[in-house]
């Protein structure tokens, strides 16, 4: 039982990571920007926790810079995709070089160093003596019920119960509709695409102060991608995307498990199942169900820059 | 008279170009200043860049044995590109090629002259299989290819330090984390540069001929601008798509092999060195043109050396990361405002 209790505690913690991350996708790609600058963001979100938590020795410092930080690129990573309309791809395999080349050159002095404090479990009263289950799910830091529970309730309240959500998704499918019907194509884009980038900045800091929690170069580890290959999965919506991410949280405390209890699988084995996994959860149901293509689809005018006089 | 800009569908190449060189500039410029911001004395690091690396033949050489996979790793995403495909995991067919070569080489025996044919079949092998599966969902089930090659990096880049530090440690206890040494070297083509220089170069060559002059590399070129205007004419898409993508993988895995043949000589983590995803970089700088891929292999060998001389002066390989994503995004606005121009027009009439 303890085992199955171990396992799901990491889950929900690795999850965490994937899933804020994969949240800021939804938001830039629902309206209508492919974000690959996921991993650079991530990177810089968790150098930027560390280094905070280091000098405040309060996580809740790190992880609201770490924010503050993936904000500020976002809003330049926004202004140059939707407003300048450079091509999306190159931008973003642009923040990922620059975010992971700047924080690892950043993070020499850091590397190594245990975050001197970190996101701990809060106990929630009667709740966390509930038997088999309550250790588990009622004793997680402030963060996991936020990621898992109230930010994607709250998003898909937004996206799919509000006029404000089908004018964004309206963005997404068909910029020029939205446009004619008086929504404001690239206002809108900006703000998403900025908000995304805090989210995916935020799941690096995370990632530095609950889950490792140290920085090491190449600790995001491929997470970013991961998340952007989640939100395929998920169908471009928030629920799936934190049940995705939920799931690979599972995988990657299955390899934990697998190194510390020593099975005849070796160590970088283990490690490849994350990312096989993926590719598998994002071929396999399009291959099995062709039915999934339609109701899976991404936003129609993803990737696409919107000028308006070329209606 | 008023004036305003008026964007066009397509820059001309010669605006396109000097923004090109002007992105280029400003984004290094741009990183010196932020050197500059850390203490570091950009112009002086600049000027022992520029010393070392053309004040000798020594320098030219270590540039040479960079440029090599650099452009292999570049044609291999232009190739892919000139269909519409993004290959993003030149870094993992890398791998995978030297994987392949360096498998080869060790387990079967032979006379180099034999074995080092082999090899770089081994090596093509390597990559083209590691792109099937990315290959064939995009062709079949319309899978973003750009991501699903991409995660197969981390699986390759596993894979090797798994073999380099595990089954195939090299049992001589020489070295630490890597194979034993490979019997078979490319010979040397000029000072420490091996004949995998001239052989990319001349792949790139015959790769560029085989887009611009033969029936294919037409219908590739339609296909990867316009797929609709290709499967309208009869065009098939998919296997040209296919094809296409399978030898974007070879040619990365070739680099790989040339790699562990020609200058690392031993499989371990970490042989490829970004080369991969510089591939992509260098691919961009080109404009998707295969032959452009050379020169533009060039600048990023220079780049990528600078880093390397620079080591002692606290810039590193993760710093240059850092610029070369800063020229790419650089290179990214300046490509779009290229499309722009300035026009003075009278006011529409009332």
Same mark, same amino acid.
């Given at each position: 039982?303890?085992?199955?209790?171990?396992?799901?505690?990491?889950?929900?913690?690795?999850?965490?990571?994937?899933?804020?991350?994969?949240?800021?996708?939804?938001?830039?790609?629902?309206?209508?920007?492919?974000?690959?600058?996921?991993?650079?963001?991530? /990177?810089?979100? =968790?150098?930027?926790?560390?280094?905070?938590?280091?000098?405040?020795?309060?996580? #809740? &410092? %790190?992880? @609201? $810079? !770490?924010?503050?930080?993936?904000?500020?690129?976002?809003?330049?990573?926004?202004?140059?995709?939707?407003?300048?309309?450079?091509?999306?791809?190159?931008?973003?395999?642009?923040?990922?070089?620059?975010?992971?080349?700047?924080?690892?050159?950043?993070?020499?002095?850091?590397?190594?160093?245990?975050?001197?404090?970190?996101?701990?479990?809060?106990?929630?009263?009667?709740?966390?003596?509930?038997?088999?289950?309550?250790?588990?799910?009622?004793?997680?830091?402030?963060?996991?019920?936020?990621?898992?529970?109230?930010?994607?309730?709250?998003?898909?309240?937004?996206?799919?119960?509000?006029?404000?959500?089908?004018?964004?998704?309206?963005?997404?499918?068909?910029?020029? /509709?939205?446009? =004619?019907?008086?929504?404001?194509?690239?206002?809108?884009?900006?703000?998403?695409? #900025? &908000? %995304?980038? @805090? $989210? !995916?900045?935020?799941?690096?800091?995370?990632?530095?102060?609950?889950?490792?929690?140290?920085?090491?170069?190449?600790?995001?580890?491929?997470?970013?991608?991961?998340?952007?290959?989640?939100?395929?999965?998920?169908?471009?919506?928030?629920?799936?995307?934190?049940?995705?991410?939920?799931?690979?949280?599972?995988?990657?405390?299955?390899?934990?498990?697998?190194?510390?209890?020593?099975?005849?699988?070796?160590?970088?084995?283990?490690?490849?199942?994350?990312?096989?996994?993926?590719?598998?959860?994002?071929?396999?149901?399009?291959?099995?169900?062709?039915?999934?293509?339609?109701?899976?689809?991404?936003?129609?005018?993803?990737?696409?820059?919107?000028?308006?006089?070329?209606? | 008279?008023?004036?305003?800009?008026?964007?066009?569908?397509?820059?001309?190449?010669?605006?396109?170009?000097?923004?090109?060189?002007?992105?280029?500039?400003?984004?290094?410029?741009?990183?010196?200043?932020?050197?500059?911001?850390?203490?570091?004395?950009?112009?002086?690091?600049?000027?022992?860049?520029?010393?070392?690396?053309?004040?000798?033949?020594?320098?030219?050489?270590?540039?040479?044995?960079?440029?090599?996979?650099?452009?292999?790793?570049?044609?291999?995403?232009?190739?892919?590109?000139?269909?519409?495909?993004?290959?993003?995991?030149?870094?993992?067919?890398?791998?995978?090629?030297?994987?392949?070569?360096?498998?080869?080489?060790?387990?079967?025996?032979?006379?180099?002259?034999?074995?080092?044919?082999?090899?770089?079949?081994?090596?093509?092998?390597?990559?083209?299989?590691?792109?099937?599966?990315?290959?064939?969902?995009?062709?079949?089930?319309?899978?973003?290819?750009?991501?699903?090659?991409?995660?197969?990096?981390?699986?390759?880049?596993?894979?090797?330090?798994?073999?380099?530090?595990?089954?195939?440690?090299?049992?001589?206890?020489?070295?630490?984390?890597?194979?034993?040494?490979?019997?078979?070297?490319?010979?040397?083509?000029?000072?420490?540069?091996?004949?995998?220089?001239?052989?990319?170069?001349?792949?790139?060559?015959?790769?560029?001929?085989?887009?611009?002059?033969?029936?294919?590399?037409?219908?590739?070129?339609?296909?990867?601008?316009?797929?609709?205007?290709?499967?309208?004419?009869?065009?098939?898409?998919?296997?040209?798509?296919?094809?296409?993508?399978?030898?974007?993988?070879?040619?990365?895995?070739?680099?790989?092999?040339?790699?562990?043949?020609?200058?690392?000589?031993?499989?371990?983590?970490?042989?490829?060195?970004?080369?991969?995803?510089?591939?992509?970089?260098?691919?961009?700088?080109?404009?998707?043109?295969?032959?452009?891929?050379?020169?533009?292999?060039?600048?990023?060998?220079?780049?990528?050396?600078?880093?390397?001389?620079?080591?002692?002066?606290?810039?590193?390989?993760?710093?240059?990361?850092?610029?070369?994503?800063?020229?790419?995004?650089?290179?990214?606005?300046?490509?779009?405002?290229?499309?722009?121009?300035?026009?003075?027009?009278?006011?529409?009439?009332?």
């Amino acid at each position: 039982m303890d085992l199955i209790a171990g396992i799901l505690h990491t889950s929900l913690l690795a999850g965490g990571v994937l899933a804020l991350a994969a949240l800021g996708e939804v938001l830039a790609e629902r309206v209508g920007v492919v974000n690959l600058g996921v991993e650079g963001l991530m /990177a810089l979100g =968790a150098i930027t926790g560390i280094a905070a938590v280091v000098t405040t020795r309060s996580p #809740t &410092a %790190g992880f @609201a $810079l !770490a924010l503050a930080v993936g904000f500020v690129v976002g809003m330049v990573f926004a202004a140059i995709t939707v407003y300048l309309r450079a091509n999306q791809v190159l931008c973003g395999l642009a923040l990922t070089l620059m975010g992971t080349g700047f924080a690892a050159t950043v993070g020499k002095t850091y590397s190594g160093i245990p975050a001197p404090a970190t996101f701990t479990g809060v106990e929630i009263p009667y709740l966390s003596s509930i038997p088999l289950i309550g250790q588990v799910l009622f004793t997680q830091n402030v963060l996991v019920y936020l990621i898992y529970i109230i930010l994607p309730v709250m998003l898909h309240v937004l996206m799919f119960r509000t006029r404000h959500g089908l004018n964004l998704r309206a963005v997404g499918e068909n910029p020029a /509709a939205a446009d =004619a019907a008086g929504i404001a194509v690239q206002r809108i884009r900006f703000w998403y695409v #900025t &908000a %995304g980038a @805090a $989210l !995916a900045a935020g799941a690096g800091a995370y990632l530095t102060l609950a889950f490792v929690p140290s920085w090491s170069e190449g600790v995001v580890a491929g997470r970013g991608w991961i998340a952007v290959a989640l939100v395929i999965f998920a169908g471009y919506r928030p629920l799936n995307a934190v049940l995705a991410a939920l799931l690979f949280g599972v995988i990657t405390s299955l390899g934990f498990v697998g190194q510390a209890r020593n099975w005849p699988i070796a160590a970088p084995v283990l490690s490849m199942l994350p990312y096989l996994g993926t590719i598998a959860f994002i071929v396999v149901p399009v291959v099995a169900w062709h039915r999934m293509r339609q109701v899976m689809a991404a936003p129609a005018a993803l990737g696409v820059p919107y000028y308006r006089d070329l209606r | 008279m008023a004036i305003r800009l008026q964007r066009l569908p397509s820059a001309s190449p010669a605006v396109a170009l000097a923004a090109r060189a002007i992105a280029i500039l400003l984004a290094l410029v741009t990183a010196g200043l932020l050197l500059a911001a850390s203490g570091a004395q950009p112009l002086k690091l600049a000027q022992q860049v520029l010393k070392s690396t053309f004040g000798s033949g020594f320098g030219l050489e270590d540039v040479g044995l960079l440029v090599t996979p650099l452009i292999l790793t570049g044609l291999s995403v232009a190739v892919a590109l000139r269909i519409g495909a993004w290959n993003i995991g030149a870094e993992g067919q890398f791998y995978a090629g030297a994987f392949a070569a360096t498998g080869v080489a060790l387990f079967i025996p032979g006379p180099s002259i034999v074995m080092l044919p082999l090899m770089f079949i081994a090596g093509a092998l390597g990559g083209l299989i590691w792109i099937l599966v990315p290959t064939l969902a995009r062709a079949y089930a319309d899978v973003s290819e750009l991501i699903t090659t991409l995660l197969l990096n981390f699986v390759a880049t596993l894979l090797v330090y798994y073999v380099a530090t595990g089954p195939w440690l090299d049992p001589g206890g020489h070295a630490l984390a890597t194979t034993a040494r490979l019997k078979h070297d490319m010979p040397e083509f000029i000072g420490i540069v091996h004949w995998g220089f001239p052989m990319a170069i001349l792949l790139a060559v015959i790769t560029a001929a085989t887009f611009s002059f033969t029936r294919w590399g037409y219908e590739v070129r339609i296909a990867g601008s316009n797929p609709q205007a290709a499967k309208y004419a009869g065009m098939p898409f998919r296997r040209h798509l296919i094809v296409v993508m399978l030898l974007s993988g070879a040619i990365a895995g070739i680099a790989g092999m040339l790699e562990v043949a020609g200058t690392v000589h031993r499989l371990q983590g970490g042989i490829s060195n970004n080369f991969g995803y510089l591939g992509i970089m260098v691919a961009v700088l080109a404009r998707g043109s295969c032959i452009g891929v050379i020169a533009g292999a060039a600048l990023m060998a220079v780049i990528l050396n600078s880093g390397i001389i620079l080591q002692t002066q606290g810039v590193n390989t993760s710093t240059v990361l850092a610029i070369t994503g800063l020229i790419l995004f650089f290179t990214a606005v300046g490509d779009e405002l290229a499309h722009f121009r300035i026009v003075s027009s009278k006011p529409a009439e009332a």
